[in-house]
């Protein structure tokens, strides 16, 4: 009987660390939290949990324009949102490390929960990957980094609670 290996994108932390920068190069405020990264890294993921967060009406109308498919209509079921995030926490946590060890994150703020991209320490070949990425899924990136971005993170009616998502530590 043939072993199968089954791989997905969801537990390779060089996979995470792909759409880590992906995410980040289409940021435009120059640092982001990094617990604000991984939820959007979560969502960049899995965009069919978009449909189930509770935005404002202007941010609801932008998600509808860029044609993500509900849950029902993929072909995997998937756990809800505080299951995978807290799944995602050990991969996005050794992307972040692998990143700021190879100079691509800065270390000194990571350790203070701030992902800053050092744009000019990304390989070519990734930053052209990653454009390619958002021409095959055009809208999305600049969706997460943007329009949900804007609600805040924490509070009665942060993106944590929204998205159904508790709190996690930083770095772990």
């Given at each position: 009987m043939a072993k199968i290996r089954i791989w997905h994108a969801s537990r390779d932390p060089y996979h995470c660390a792909f759409r880590l920068?992906?995410?980040?190069?289409?940021?435009?405020?120059?640092?982001?939290a990094f617990d604000r990264l991984r939820l959007i890294d979560m969502f960049l993921l899995y965009p069919v949990l978009l449909h189930g967060v509770s935005m404002p009406r202007p941010?609801?109308?932008?998600l509808q324009t860029l044609n993500i498919p509900?849950?029902?209509e993929i072909f995997i079921r998937l756990p809800g949102p505080a299951v995978l995030a807290q799944d995602l926490r050990l991969y996005q946590a050794a992307a972040a490390s692998q990143l700021a060890a190879r100079g691509i994150l800065m270390p000194e703020r990571l350790g203070s929960g701030i992902t800053v991209l050092n744009v000019d320490a990304v390989p070519t070949d990734i930053r052209a990957r990653a454009d390619a990425k958002e021409k095959e899924e055009p809208g999305l990136c600049e969706f997460l980094t943007g329009d949900l971005s804007s609600i805040p993170l924490t509070g009665r009616d942060g993106l944590y609670r929204r998205a159904?998502?508790?709190?996690?530590?930083?770095l772990s």
């Open positions: 920068i992906r995410l980040l190069l289409g940021y435009k405020e120059g640092s982001l941010v609801k109308n932008k509900r849950e029902s159904g998502v508790t709190k996690w530590d930083r």
